[in-house]
Nanobody, 124 residues
Framework: QVQLVESGGGLVHTGDSLRLSCAAS????????MGWFRQSLGKEREFVAA????????LYADSVKGRFTASRDNAKNTVYLQMNNLKPEDTAVYYC?????????????????WGQGTQVTVSS
């Protein structure tokens, strides 16, 4: 079992930055692929970023590529999502997730554990 707790969300303006954190506890954190997803009102949950547990290889959705950076600190059992140049369309609840495979890391059903989410609101 893995417990995930996100933090760092808030209300910002267009062009601002935020860093989300996801603290993990439970089973061996370093062995999990970690993903970030988001869901805005009335829309389905969508993939944002993923980071592998060994090589720290990353994947990003096209909509955030070049603006968002995923990183992880296995010693602290924490994964981060640095979000720069935020836009109103980035407004959503952001979730981190843990899964045991890198395969299909862009799909939500590849993940076994989810955090409760943190709200990010970007005003224009």
């Amino acid at each position: 079992q893995v417990q995930l707790v996100e933090s760092g969300g808030g209300l910002v303006h267009t062009g601002d930055s935020l860093r989300l954190s996801c603290a993990a506890s439970g089973r061996t954190f370093s062995r999990y692929t970690m993903g970030w997803f988001r869901q805005s009102l009335g829309k389905e949950r969508e993939f944002v970023a993923a980071i592998a547990w060994t090589t720290q290889t990353t994947l990003y959705a096209d909509s955030v590529k070049g603006r968002f950076t995923a990183s992880r600190d296995n010693a602290k059992n924490t994964v981060y999502l640095q979000m720069n140049n935020l836009k109103p369309e980035d407004t959503a609840v952001y979730y981190c997730a843990a899964g045991q495979t890198w395969t299909r890391a862009t799909t939500s059903n590849a993940y076994d554990y989810w955090g409760q989410g943190t709200q990010v609101t970007v005003s224009s």
